[in-house]
């Protein structure tokens, strides 16, 4: 059964629970005055770490009833694991966020703002930062003819020159339009999910967000970065993922950061 609030959470648990605690408890002052309800996916972990997860969660007791954890019974991946998490909440916005982020405070109600003040913004998407502040690269533009030949070509003076066509796009101070955006952590408007459709599973690890704010911009509505809601990403700190991933085809240096 559904639960219904004004805001879903969901979190990927795949062998983290130390991130997870770390990510949710940041969460909670933000959460606080908010009708939220949070669902922990665990990816099939199998080593522990849910049963971890859920000894934490019954310790701390305002959280007892506004978390959920899910044991997937296979590892869908994290387009699979938030499918099951938006799936089991009922919400007119979800925020999809990774266990090696934590946010700062305010961040959340910055986005909702946002949201709510980008009436077609179907994806609203914080600042990415490392711990001492450095702005990561989170925002980007889709692959062309002309960005597949710069990044062969590698030279600084064609960046240069053709700077509107290489993916990273530049860091801005406001807020702005994007084509797609990291998901280590976004605000997704439920109209926009009905009409985009779920994530595709098709995509393991890695490219699903460029994928979905593709559909999501097809389907009439916009991506919208905002600087102001700010979120650190422990880049790295998801070691047991891309243990996962090694056999995968590596992507480019700029996604593996923002996506790690």
Same mark, same amino acid.
Not at 31 to 39: C, F, G, P, S
Not at 142 to 154: D, I, N, T, V
């Given at each position: 059964?559904?639960?219904?609030?004004?805001?879903?959470?969901?979190?990927?648990?795949?062998?983290?629970?130390?991130?997870?605690? !770390?990510?949710?408890?940041?969460?909670?002052?933000?959460? #606080?005055?908010?009708?939220?309800?949070?669902?922990?996916?665990?990816?099939?972990?199998?080593?522990?770490?849910?049963?971890?997860?859920?000894?934490?969660?019954?310790?701390?007791?305002?959280?007892?009833?506004?978390?959920?954890?899910?044991?997937?019974?296979?590892?869908?991946?994290?387009?699979?694991?938030?499918?099951?998490?938006?799936?089991?909440?009922?919400?007119?916005?979800?925020?999809?966020?990774?266990?090696?982020?934590?946010?700062?405070?305010?961040?959340?109600?910055?986005?909702?703002?946002?949201?709510? #003040?980008?009436?077609?913004?179907?994806?609203?998407?914080?600042?990415?930062?490392?711990?001492?502040?450095?702005?990561?690269?989170?925002?980007?533009?889709?692959?062309?003819?002309?960005?597949?030949?710069?990044?062969?070509?590698?030279?600084?003076?064609?960046?240069?020159?053709?700077?509107?066509?290489?993916?990273?796009?530049?860091?801005?101070?406001?807020?702005?339009?994007?084509?797609?955006?990291?998901?280590?952590?976004?605000?997704?408007?439920?109209?926009?999910?009905?009409?985009?459709?779920?994530? !595709?599973?098709?995509?393991?690890?890695?490219? #699903?967000?460029?994928?979905?704010?593709?559909?999501?911009?097809?389907?009439?509505?916009?991506?919208?970065?905002?600087?102001?809601?700010?979120?650190?990403?422990?880049?790295?700190?998801?070691?047991?993922?891309?243990?996962?991933?090694?056999?995968?085809?590596?992507?480019?240096?700029?996604?593996?950061?923002?996506?790690?």
């Amino acid at each position: 059964m559904k639960q219904s609030c004004a805001l879903g959470v969901v979190v990927i648990n795949y062998k983290s629970a130390g991130l997870i605690r !770390d990510c949710v408890a940041a969460l909670a002052p933000d959460l #606080e005055a908010l009708d939220a309800r949070v669902a922990i996916v665990d990816n099939f972990s199998n080593d522990g770490s849910a049963e971890e997860v859920e000894r934490w969660l019954a310790g701390v007791e305002p959280w007892k009833r506004r978390v959920h954890l899910i044991r997937s019974k296979t590892n869908s991946g994290f387009s699979g694991g938030n499918n099951q998490g938006m799936a089991a909440l009922d919400a007119p916005f979800y925020l999809l966020i990774n266990s090696d982020a934590v946010v700062r405070p305010g961040a959340v109600a910055r986005l909702l703002d946002t949201a709510a #003040e980008e009436k077609d913004a179907g994806i609203a998407a914080p600042r990415l930062e490392d711990p001492d502040g450095t702005a990561q690269i989170s925002c980007f533009r889709f692959h062309s003819p002309l960005s597949e030949f710069l990044s062969a070509a590698q030279t600084g003076p064609l960046d240069a020159l053709f700077r509107f066509a290489v993916v990273p796009a530049p860091l801005s101070e406001a807020r702005c339009e994007a084509q797609w955006v990291s998901f280590a952590c976004v605000l997704l408007r439920r109209e926009a999910l009905a009409a985009a459709g779920s994530m !595709d599973e098709g995509y393991f690890m890695y490219f #699903e967000d460029a994928d979905y704010c593709a559909r999501v911009r097809r389907a009439g509505f916009r991506v919208v970065y905002e600087p102001t809601a700010r979120v650190v990403h422990l880049r790295g700190g998801t070691a047991p993922v891309k243990a996962l991933m090694k056999a995968k085809k590596r992507p480019p240096d700029y996604y593996y950061a923002a996506r790690t």
